[in-house]
């Protein structure tokens, strides 16, 4: 099974424009993406995928390997399925760009999936994490998944979810971690479909593959990671590097 990660890499974020071309203790928050994906050894290859020439030719500059897209595209799935559709592959992985900490036990149980997946049934997996922190259900910014006894997506929303009605029953909140893995037909189907009204609604791009019917198994992994969404998130991230010498 031939395994490769893409990162999709835009220069003008809408939240924090320019995040992934800032100084991360010496070297560009992509820089420390690509190397951190690297580091796993999990991947026959590692691309960073962009629009940006900016990003283009930093990765060059520091020895990476970059595909730059062709044409404009609504989405980081799009971009990367653009990329592989000429590729002999068979699990596309795909690493946030703004993670810069990635590690190798997340993505260990992300590609566990489909290692058990013999049938071949999952089109794509991808990580979610427990949420205690009542700020964290709250947050918009904080996207939300509710799944069947089978870890399989049912729904994916801003709003908080599971709705606590009933206090007494502690059940778990969950927030998705955007890191996926797909089968390669499923990615491509992904590009051609039109987006839908779920989508279109809460503006994430995973609810498309509920909307069409695929099926989407998450691993649970509870280890911290700083994404980073903000400045603030960039001064937390430089504050951890400096205290563990990262």
């Known amino acids: 099974m031939k395994v490769i990660a893409m990162i999709p890499a835009r220069y003008?974020?809408?939240?924090?424009?320019?995040?992934?071309?800032?100084?991360?203790c010496g070297k560009p928050v992509i820089i420390r993406t690509y190397e951190a994906t690297k580091k796993t050894n999990l991947f026959d290859e590692?691309?960073?995928?962009?629009?940006?020439?900016?990003i283009y030719?930093?990765?060059?500059?520091?020895?990476?390997?970059a595909i730059r897209s062709v044409a404009e595209h609504e989405s980081g799935s799009d971009r990367i399925a653009e990329a592989v559709a000429n590729m002999d592959v068979d699990i596309v992985v795909n690493v946030q760009g703004d993670e810069p900490f990635t590690k190798r036990a997340g993505l260990e149980k992300l590609l566990d999936i489909f290692?058990?997946?013999s049938e071949k049934k999952i089109d794509l997996g991808s990580l979610m994490s427990e949420v205690k922190n009542l700020d964290d259900i709250q947050n918009p910014n904080v996207v939300k998944v509710v799944v069947n006894n089978k870890n399989q997506a049912l729904y994916f929303s801003r709003s908080p979810i599971p709705y606590v009605?009933?206090?007494s029953i502690n059940h778990p909140v969950y927030r998705h971690i955007g890191i996926y893995a797909f089968r390669k037909q499923a990615l491509l189907d992904f590009a051609n479909w039109e987006m839908c009204g779920l989508e279109a609604t809460e503006k994430i791009e995973c609810i498309r593959f509920l909307e069409y019917g695929k099926t989407i198994e998450l691993a649970i992994n509870n280890e911290e990671t700083i994404g980073?969404?903000?400045?603030e998130d960039l001064e937390k991230a430089i504050k951890y590097m400096q205290e563990n010498k990262a």
């Open 115 to 117: 290692h058990r997946d």
């Open 57 to 65: 030719n930093t990765i060059i500059e520091y020895g990476g390997k």
């Open 228 to 231: 980073i969404d903000s400045p």
């Open 12 to 24: 003008a974020a809408s939240r924090f424009p320019g995040k992934l071309m800032k100084d991360l």
């Open 46 to 54: 590692v691309y960073v995928v962009t629009d940006s020439d900016i």
């Open 165 to 167: 009605r009933d206090t």
